[in-house]
Each structure stands twice: as structure tokens, then as C-alpha cells.
């Protein structure tokens, strides 16, 4: 059930069921707890080190079902990081400027440059999502950008970028409690919409389209990661350990000083 690694085999059917919403270490909360916070340092020192090496654009993408815990996983994996050299972005049903150009407008020139991160709450893959499964354009448009976002994804990565994309995979039965939740504590009220009820009767046909973005658009440049989501400890466990080690991949380096900086002494 609980498929490790993360990275769905390239080039095969992803079936959604085969991959488990919970986590692989029932045990393992306090533990996973701590480690959390070790890593949440990590990330904070290598996304100091990005800053300062300046060649790498990282992007960091999450997609999931409503209440699948987005807003929780990035606060929670990013909370130690420098808020200077690192933005988040939401996307939500395009405006009309948006929709006057083509779907990857509005993502492209929210891309980080070099040396700055940015998270993707929902993205491109709206387009092949909530578009696909609530008829917001014809088959015929949305089946043709699954080969668009590999392209652009690939042009991304070979001009330097580096995409971590992850799913946060949630069962239904988890996504009524939450969505109940926000029903019924008044803290959480604001972030109900009566839309997500009407995704959520729509859950199989989401699972659906989710399998088609996990199975096309899984390249070895920019992978898709499953992540079980059920439990937030775990969720942010696993993503903030993929992230820490893509970027220890990377070989970053704090940049030579200026010649003749080195042994000076300040008068
Ligand atoms: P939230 O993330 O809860 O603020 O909700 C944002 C909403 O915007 C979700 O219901 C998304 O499905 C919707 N959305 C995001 N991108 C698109 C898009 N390209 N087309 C239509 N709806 C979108
Ligand atoms: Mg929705």
C-alpha cells in the first residue's frame, strides 16, 4: 500500500488507490515531531545558502484536494526560513487580465529568479484540473497542455531551475472531517466555500484527473511526488526531507569574497 519512494515509476499508470493517505511509521509522531524542527533549521540555513550561491531559481509546487493542506504544509515546512528570499503565490479562478492571455501567463512571470524560492500554492495544473472537471474549456484545449507543461517545465529546468512539485494526497473520508470542521469552528469558517462542496461530490472525477497530471507530467526533470497526507506531522516530515535533500543535491556555496577582502581589518 504505503509505495515509497514518493516519485511514481516514469512513464506508467499512477492509480491513486495503490498509494496510501497515511503514514509509513504509525509510531512514529514524537519522533517525526522533532525531526520536523532539526529540519526546519536545515531549510532555513540552506535557504540561506541559495540566496547567497544566487544560481539557482527554486520552485516549490503543491497541489492537493480543498482541505488537502497546502497553507499548512508550507507554513509549517518554511516557518524558520528568512521571509527575504522567499515568496509564496496562491492561484484562484483566473481575473479577466489573466484570462484575455494564454493559461501559462500568469504563472510564468510569477517564477523565482535566481537565488529566491518560491511556493506554488496551486498552478499550472489547475488548467488540466478544475478546468478538466468542471468543463471550464473542451477536451480538446485542456488534453493537449499536459505535452505544454512538460515542454515549459523542461524549458524551465534547462535554463536552470530547479521544481520540487508535490501532491498531497488526502483520502475522502479525511477531507469530510476537515471540511466539517471548517463548517463547524468559527475560526474556520472563512476558509469554507460552498464550491468545495461541490468538488468534493465530484471526488472521483478529481481522483481521476489527478492520476492523468501524476502519470503525464512525471518527468525526471521536474517529478511528481505522492505525499501520504492524512496526518500533517507526517506530510510535513516528508516534504520538508525532499526538499532538504533536492537542494543538498546542488552542490550551493557561499560565493568567493571580493579579492582582498579576506584578513582586512575594520577601523
Ligand atoms: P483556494 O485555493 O481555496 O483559495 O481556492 C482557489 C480556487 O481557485 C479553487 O477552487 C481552484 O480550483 C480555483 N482555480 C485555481 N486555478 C484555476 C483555473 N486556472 N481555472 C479555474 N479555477 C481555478
Ligand atoms: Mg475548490
Same mark, same amino acid.
Given at each position: 500500500?504505503?509505495?515509497?519512494?514518493? %516519485?511514481?515509476?516514469?512513464?506508467?499508470?499512477? =492509480?491513486?488507490?495503490?498509494?496510501?493517505?497515511?503514514?509509513?511509521?504509525?509510531?512514529?509522531?514524537?519522533?517525526? =515531531?522533532?525531526?520536523?524542527?532539526?529540519?526546519?533549521?536545515?531549510?532555513?540555513?540552506?535557504?540561506? &545558502?541559495?540566496?547567497?550561491?544566487?544560481?539557482?531559481?527554486?520552485?516549490?509546487?503543491?497541489?492537493?484536494?480543498?482541505?488537502?493542506? =497546502?497553507?499548512?504544509?508550507?507554513?509549517?515546512?518554511?516557518?524558520?526560513?528568512?521571509? &527575504?528570499?522567499?515568496?509564496?503565490?496562491?492561484?484562484?479562478?483566473?481575473?479577466?487580465?489573466?484570462?484575455?492571455?494564454?493559461? &501559462?501567463?500568469? %504563472?510564468?512571470?510569477?517564477?523565482?529568479?535566481?537565488?529566491?524560492?518560491?511556493?506554488?500554492?496551486?498552478?499550472?495544473?489547475?488548467?488540466?484540473?478544475?478546468?478538466?472537471?468542471?468543463?471550464?474549456?473542451?477536451?480538446?484545449?485542456?488534453? =493537449?497542455?499536459?505535452?505544454?507543461?512538460?515542454?515549459?517545465?523542461?524549458?524551465?529546468?534547462?535554463?536552470?531551475?530547479? %521544481?520540487?512539485?508535490?501532491?498531497?494526497?488526502?483520502?475522502?473520508?479525511?477531507?469530510?472531517?476537515?471540511?466539517?470542521?471548517?463548517?463547524?469552528?468559527?475560526?474556520?469558517?472563512?476558509?469554507?466555500?460552498?464550491?468545495?462542496?461541490?468538488?468534493?461530490?465530484?471526488?472521483?472525477?478529481?481522483?481521476?484527473?489527478?492520476?492523468?497530471? &501524476?502519470?503525464?507530467?512525471?518527468?525526471?526533470?521536474?517529478?511528481?511526488?505522492?505525499?501520504?497526507?492524512?496526518?500533517?506531522?507526517?506530510?510535513?516530515?516528508?516534504?520538508?526531507?525532499?526538499?532538504?535533500?533536492?537542494?543538498?543535491?546542488?552542490?550551493?556555496?557561499?560565493?568567493?569574497?571580493?579579492?582582498?577582502?579576506?584578513?582586512?581589518?575594520?577601523?
Amino acid at each position: 500500500m504505503a509505495k515509497q519512494p514518493f %516519485i511514481p515509476p516514469f512513464g506508467k499508470e499512477v =492509480k491513486l488507490s495503490d498509494y496510501s493517505t497515511r503514514e509509513a511509521e504509525p509510531a512514529g509522531r514524537d519522533k517525526g =515531531k522533532k525531526e520536523i524542527e532539526e529540519l526546519r533549521l536545515e531549510l532555513e540555513e540552506l535557504h540561506e &545558502l541559495i540566496v547567497a550561491d544566487g544560481r539557482f531559481p527554486i520552485l516549490v509546487l503543491l497541489q492537493a484536494p480543498d482541505a488537502g493542506g =497546502k497553507d499548512g504544509t508550507i507554513r509549517s515546512v518554511f516557518d524558520e526560513v528568512d521571509p &527575504l528570499g522567499v515568496n509564496s503565490v496562491g492561484f484562484k479562478a483566473p481575473n479577466d487580465e489573466e484570462l484575455a492571455h494564454d493559461y &501559462l501567463w500568469r %504563472i510564468h512571470r510569477q517564477m523565482p529568479g535566481k537565488g529566491h524560492v518560491t511556493i506554488f500554492n496551486r498552478s499550472h495544473y489547475e488548467d488540466v484540473l478544475v478546468v478538466r472537471v468542471r468543463n471550464l474549456a473542451p477536451k480538446e484545449r485542456w488534453k =493537449k497542455r499536459y505535452d505544454h507543461i512538460n515542454n515549459f517545465e523542461r524549458m524551465l529546468t534547462d535554463e536552470g531551475m530547479v %521544481i520540487i512539485k508535490f501532491f498531497l494526497h488526502i483520502s475522502k473520508d479525511e477531507q469530510r472531517e476537515r471540511l466539517q470542521e471548517r463548517i463547524d469552528n468559527p475560526k474556520k469558517q472563512w476558509k469554507f466555500r460552498a464550491g468545495d462542496l461541490e468538488d468534493r461530490a465530484l471526488w472521483e472525477d478529481y481522483q481521476a484527473a489527478y492520476e492523468e497530471m &501524476l502519470e503525464r507530467c512525471n518527468t525526471e526533470y521536474a517529478p511528481w511526488h505522492i505525499i501520504p497526507a492524512d496526518r500533517n506531522w507526517y506530510r510535513d516530515l516528508m516534504v520538508g526531507r525532499i526538499i532538504r535533500d533536492r537542494l543538498n543535491e546542488l552542490g550551493l556555496r557561499y560565493p568567493p569574497p571580493e579579492p582582498g577582502v579576506a584578513g582586512r581589518t575594520v577601523v
